[in-house]
């Protein structure tokens, strides 16, 4: 049985995002995002910030790739991946990402939009 594994994040890109492709010339970007989060603790504000790397592939990759710049604002749209390795040591290694599927620019300027959001469901293959 699958179960649901959807997230969805607004944060601030930490760097310019990073573009390759596989052996088969499929587009990946990856990026990193900080994201903000606020509570009370004894009438006191804490503040806490989450940086997550974001992987997206195919013509929504490359789309990413061109558009998005450090400091930019985005929501992502997508899942959880667990990765899990051993080191040399034989040491075991867990990092979480997310393996986005839409992507919306929330401070997109190069359009006459206010906003864009691509998909890999509405950008053209």
Known sequence: MRN????????????DPEI???QNG????????ASNYSFYRDEE????????DVTVWAKLAELCNEHL??????IVNGRIK?????DDDGG???KISIVGNQVQFLDFKDSQKDEAELSEENVPF
């Open 4 to 15: 649901f594994n959807l997230v969805v994040l607004e944060g601030n890109l930490v760097s």
């Open 20 to 22: 390759r492709s596989t």
């Open 26 to 33: 499929t587009a990946l970007c990856t990026f990193s995002i």
């Open 45 to 52: 504000l804490q503040e806490e910030v989450y940086f997550l």
């Open 69 to 74: 710049k450090k400091g930019r604002r985005v």
């Open 82 to 86: 667990q990765s899990k390795w051993l």
């Open 92 to 94: 075991t290694h867990s």
